[in-house]
């Protein structure tokens, strides 16, 4: 289905979308940050100027089409969004990265895109400096305003009618095939790539979230994840083709803060952000009275029994009726309490956290998507009837998808085709080829199926699948989904390939196994020493033995170790998205490993 709606013809390039809400639907707070406790508003003229003497700076200084600029932003700016446009505007080429990277990372994507420019935060500034000095041919500035080493076009104010010229000339110049950034991808099995996107493969996505989502001028959104991250940014984007007002969150550790402060309609979010919000919930049946334990209980199974339709049973509206008032409604009110959607991606969201928080009044939808298609190829609708959990909804207009279905099965690898696939990887033709077939298709690396109407359910990782030793294939995403439906598993991570039987490293949620220690009389001391001890593996044993019930024998798991610490990203055994790197975590706890298979 193409996208038609004469509404969308007026952007073609990223950059063309502050002139779209300028003209359209001009809005004087487009966005929002904190300075010194209190919410200053940008208006979108005010925004475009400080685009075009951003510009006029990296003109001023040189800087020509297609050289490269590093950002390394840890939450989202007006500051960040103004020296992406402007860049834009005049070809330069963006590389936003995770700070999260290691120095040897950063180092390897700063040579090989030969990056003249980057700008990072405070607690990246010394690292990229290092690595600079190194590298012998990058500048380095900070975002932060106030020191001596700040980026100098944010106080550039020698605009000449020649650097105007100059930028008009070379606005009119960038076509909407070419390259606009280069996203290096977080890589699950450690092996990231720069991703190539144009102007034509976000434009896409940004029409087909219009298309999609229930957003209208001047309502209020929060953006918390990283400008690094690809939903993020593309969202960013569509919320100011929507002229939603936008506010950025501070930093990862006052967002809940915001919430509340901003109360914002609609967001996006990762899975863990609601997972830790369903964790709090688990907490408190185990602190709390018993009559509170139990309406709480209570409240969650009702919530958990929500399904999205046109008419929901008598019966189940006057339980869902008591348990909001009751408990769920709480839920809402943690969110600012005019939260009406919500949208989540980068990972898989457990169904029924999904259900929970739109029992409680916030509409949830999973989408799906890669650095790859930049970043959508589907997602759950918020009419009736159009979000079923557990899937990640229709493709998204104008775009095909089908299955390359495996023998004998209805599962296959999910291939895409569309103006939203990559121009590339960078310098990587052969990763390229093995990519994107002659005809066009992106191989994803994802298994799944379509479902129901049409809707796409994700099953696993085609390069993570494999065969136990007497011949079983083992899907890991799918179990380590599964397992982690227990209160006390926050993490887990199923090993099995080329060994006669499944075990599993698990990351226990020490907070409530903590409350579950005190109320059941067991001295807790630290988490190191509490994952030896005999009636936390008891417990433990207990959970999982309850979870491998529904399952095939060859699916269950035999054996598992108790991970004294959190798994992190500094360690590089997350990805930027949170999703287990398995080389890493294999190698970290190699001897945890054997042991459990002698």
Not at 15 to 40: C, E, H, M, T
Not at 230 to 246: D, Q, W
Not at 473 to 484: C, E, K, S, V, W
Request: net charge neutral.
């Amino acid at each position: 289905m193409e996208i038609t709606t004469s509404r969308f013809n007026d952007f073609s390039r990223l950059f063309d979308l502050i002139s779209y809400q300028r003209n359209k639907y001009p809005n004087a707070s487009a966005f929002n940050y904190k300075l010194d406790g209190r919410w200053v508003n940008i208006s979108i003229q005010h925004f475009e100027e400080q685009v075009d003497l951003i510009s006029e700076w990296l003109l001023d200084n040189g800087y020509q089409k297609e050289e490269k600029v590093m950002l390394i932003p840890v939450i989202g700016s007006p500051d960040w969004m103004a020296i992406d446009f402007a860049c834009q505007q005049i070809g330069v080429v963006t590389v936003p990265v995770h700070a999260t990277l290691t120095s040897e990372e950063l180092s390897t994507i700063a040579n090989e895109t030969k990056a003249r420019l980057c700008i990072t935060v405070d607690s990246q500034h010394a690292n990229i400096k290092e690595i600079a000095d190194a590298l012998g041919n990058l500048e380095v500035y900070s975002i932060e305003r106030n020191r001596l080493d700040s980026f100098p076009a944010f106080t550039y104010r020698e605009s000449s009618p020649a650097l105007r010229e100059r930028l008009h000339q070379l606005r009119a110049e960038v076509n909407d095939s070419d390259l606009v950034t280069i996203m290096y991808t977080s890589g699950s099995l450690g092996e990231p790539k720069g991703v190539m996107l144009s102007h034509r493969n976000i434009v896409h996505n940004i029409k087909s979230i219009l298309a999609c989502f229930p957003l209208e001028p001047g309502q209020r959104v929060l953006s918390f994840l990283p400008f690094s991250h690809i939903l993020e940014r593309a969202m960013t984007y569509a919320y100011l083709a929507f002229s939603s007002s936008i506010y950025f969150s501070q930093n990862r550790e006052t967002f809940t803060q915001d919430f509340l402060e901003v109360r914002p309609y609609f967001c996006t979010s990762v899975p863990r952000v609601l997972e830790k919000m369903h964790d709090y919930l688990q907490a408190q049946l185990l602190s709390r009275h018993w009559l509170k334990r139990t309406t709480i209980r209570w409240a969650m199974s009702v919530g958990k029994e929500y399904k999205e339709r046109h008419r929901l049973p008598l019966t189940y509206r006057f339980k869902l009726l008591l348990a909001r008032l009751l408990v769920l409604r709480h839920w809402r009110k943690k969110l600012g309490g005019q939260m009406r959607y919500m949208a989540v991606g980068a990972a898989a969201l457990r169904p029924e956290i999904g259900r929970l928080l739109s029992a409680s009044g916030v509409q949830v939808v999973e989408g799906y998507g890669l650095t790859e298609t930049a970043p959508l190829v589907s997602i759950n609708r918020f009419e009736p009837g159009m979000n079923r959990f557990g899937t990640v909804g229709h493709v998204i207009p104008g775009i095909e998808v089908k299955i390359e279905k495996m023998e004998g099965s209805e599962e296959g690898e999910i291939l895409v085709k569309g103006p939203n696939v990559m121009i590339g990887y960078y310098q990587k033709p052969d990763a390229t080829r093995d990519a994107i077939d002659g005809e066009g298709w992106l191989h994803t690396g994802d298994i799944g199926q379509f479902v129901g109407r049409g809707f796409l359910k994700i099953t696993d990782r085609k390069k993570e699948i494999f065969k136990t030793s007497s011949g079983k294939y083992i899907a890991p995403l799918f179990l380590q989904n599964h397992f982690a439906q227990s209160p006390f598993i926050q993490r887990c991570m199923v090993i099995g390939f080329q060994r006669p039987f499944v075990t599993a490293l698990i990351v226990p949620h020490f907070e409530i196994l903590e409350s579950w220690c005190i109320t059941h009389g067991v001295h807790w001391t630290a988490p190191e020493f509490m994952v030896h001890n005999i009636k936390v593996m008891q417990l433990l044993k207990e959970e999982i033995e309850k979870l491998n019930q529904p399952l095939s024998n060859f699916q269950r798991i035999r054996n598992f170790v108790l991970c004294p610490t959190e798994w992190s990203t500094e360690a590089g055994e997350l990805t930027a998205t949170l999703k287990p790197v398995r080389v890493v975590l294999e190698s970290h706890y190699e001897k945890e490993i054997e042991k459990m298979y002698q």
